[in-house]
């Protein structure tokens, strides 16, 4: 796929379509755990990134946008999700505040949103929470009705299960095969969960959807407003000059996300003021703080556009949800098993796949670094650098106290710019509030010298603290700097999948599962695969649903049933 993108999409707040004519139309679709959820369970939830008409997975959009919405077309839960390879994973734990009705997940990428008709996913849904009366939604006529369909097939592809019967806490075992050596390649999720009698929205599998896809005659927009999410996640917002309102083009604006394990970013602004930063994965951090920079930095206010950008006007409104008696005791199960599963939840508990650890943006040109517990201690900023860190000094004019790093390469009287300084990550504009900061709180100190040009800006250097506990405040204030959270894509969940081949390991814990397995990773490299794991306490009928894509964009979707008793 062949993508043509004009180099000042980085800075400029839209898109001409002559410069992305060649950029393939996205549309996602989505396989979730489950269409009917209980307060108290959590709804898992696949999605693939397609190309339109070819279903190819797309290497476009790096993050999709992921909102659970009401039948008002209120936005319920809202959340990102990171793209690998046209893939991504997400987990939405349904509270107990939230009211039972229908529901629509929608997904979308900010590309999508380009498209001349602005269709996004959209997953109908029924939460039900049996904690809160709902006199509306309760009749006596069922009129919801469950739509599992026993079983089905993929063409070259068959779901195999080692037996139709099992025992409880017994292993389950299923094949994935394919008949088609060629056409063996792809990726897909697995959902195994118990067939009850509460009402049930049909979920389009990935065959309905491959047709739907190719049929799409969607075209871009003539004005395109939504930069294509890359090279990763998008920050975006805008800057207003107190003083003079046509004064806010080509100012440069830091984005920090201070810790440990720091992300640090430069971005200048375009004719209207606005700024975009491009995130990495990692670090994951929530925390930001943004700040025009310069010397007339206070002139300016700072402010983030919005993490969603899609109108809700244009979803189609849920359709009212009216629950019958029938359905009390089905209810009433899955209640009572999400409770006891949560009471249990420390013993059994899902993991989260850990952040990668990064190095600093500046690390293969960094000099030198100073553990100051390896040097005598000194408790002032001024001792530690006139006796220890020899690669810096300071200067004090005026009572305004600056920071520098030496160079022997380089003559200093041609260059005025300042150096960089950094406290874990956090840009320091005013180096006086360091003055009185104790060295004890500081591990290390790290330096580079000469001129270093980052994004748009250059530093004579760059000075960079670590404190101990990675927590160090700032103390500028006005409205130039903006301290606030951004929201993050979601971590993968690593989901808990209990292991009964020693008997005695978990003999005295409850297991109520009506979820099974949710797989949301399972690849197909050669002609079977193997997916192993134990029914829980909870005897019934279980479904089986597997979907997904081959490489070459064919869909598979599979369906097969057990029963434990």
């Known amino acids: 796929m062949l993508l043509i993108v004009n180099a000042a999409i980085a800075q400029n707040g839209s898109l001409q379509k002559n410069e992305t004519s060649k950029l393939t139309i996205e549309n996602i679709f989505v396989h979730v755990s489950n269409t009917t959820l209980i307060a108290g369970e959590t709804l898992h939830c696949k999605l693939y990134c397609l190309n339109s008409p070819n279903n190819n997975f797309s290497s476009i959009s790096k993050i999709a946008h992921v909102e659970l919405v009401n039948k008002e077309n209120q936005s319920i839960l809202t959340a990102k999700i990171n793209l690998e390879n046209g893939t991504g994973e997400g987990d939405f734990f349904i509270p107990a505040t939230i009211a039972t009705g229908s529901y629509k997940l929608i997904a979308y990428t900010k590309w999508m949103l380009n498209n001349s008709d602005s269709k996004v996913s959209s997953t109908d849904l029924i939460l039900i929470n049996p904690y809160t009366t709902n006199s509306d939604k309760i009749n006596n006529s069922k009129d919801v009705t469950n739509n599992f369909e026993a079983k089905s097939n993929s063409g070259s592809y068959a779901l195999e299960v080692n037996k139709k019967f099992f025992a409880k806490r017994e292993q389950v075992s299923i094949s994935l095969k394919s008949v088609n050596s060629m056409n063996t390649k792809g990726n897909f999720s697995l959902s195994v969960k118990k067939k009850d009698n509460l009402p049930s929205q049909k979920q389009m599998n990935s065959n309905e959807f491959a047709a739907y896809n190719s049929g799409l005659q969607t075209t871009l927009k003539e004005q395109l407003s939504f930069l294509p999410e890359l090279r990763g996640e998008i920050i975006s917002g805008t800057i207003t000059n107190n003083k003079d309102p046509k004064q806010v083009a080509g100012k440069n604006v830091a984005l920090s996300l201070p810790g440990d394990n720091f992300a640090f970013k430069i971005a200048k602004t375009n004719s209207e003021g606005k700024f975009n930063f491009i995130l990495d994965k990692s670090p994951n951090y929530s925390n930001a703080v943004i700040q025009v920079t310069g010397e007339d930095k206070n002139d300016y206010t700072v402010e983030i556009d919005k993490a969603n950008v899609y109108n809700l006007k244009n979803t189609t409104s849920s359709e009212e949800l009216s629950l019958s008696f029938d359905y009390k005791a089905g209810i009433e199960e899955r209640s009572v098993a999400s409770q006891i599963e949560n009471a249990y939840y420390t013993s059994k508990k899902d993991s989260l796949q850990p952040d990668v650890k990064t190095v600093p943006f500046y690390n293969p ?116 700097i903006l301290k606030t959270e951004i929201q993050r894509p979601l971590n993968k969940t690593i989901c808990f999948k209990p292991d009964y081949t020693n008997t005695n390991k978990y003999d005295r814990i409850p297991d109520y599962r009506h979820q099974l397995l949710w797989e949301p990773e399972l690849s197909l490299e050669g002609l079977e695969k193997t997916i192993s794991f134990f029914t829980s306490d909870v005897p019934g009928i279980y479904e089986i649903n597997l979907e997904g894509f081959t490489n070459n964009g064919t869909p598979v979707s599979l369906k097969e049933s057990f029963e434990v008793k």
């Open 365 to 480: 040109l960094l000099e030198r670094e100073y553990i100051l517990e390896d040097y005598t201690k000194f408790p002032s900023l001024k001792e530690t650098i006139t006796e220890v860190v020899k690669e810096a000094y300071y200067r004090e004019e005026n009572k305004n106290f600056t920071l520098h790093v030496r160079d022997i390469n380089y003559d200093l009287k041609f260059f005025a710019e300042p150096a960089l300084i950094l406290v874990d990550g956090l840009m320091i504009q005013n180096s006086n509030e360091l003055v009185d900061y104790k060295m004890e709180n500081v591990y290390k100190i790290s330096l580079v010298p000469g001129v270093y040009v980052y994004g748009p800006k250059a530093f004579d250097g760059i000075i960079s603290f670590t404190t101990k506990n990675g927590d160090y405040i700032t103390k500028e204030k006005g409205s130039h």
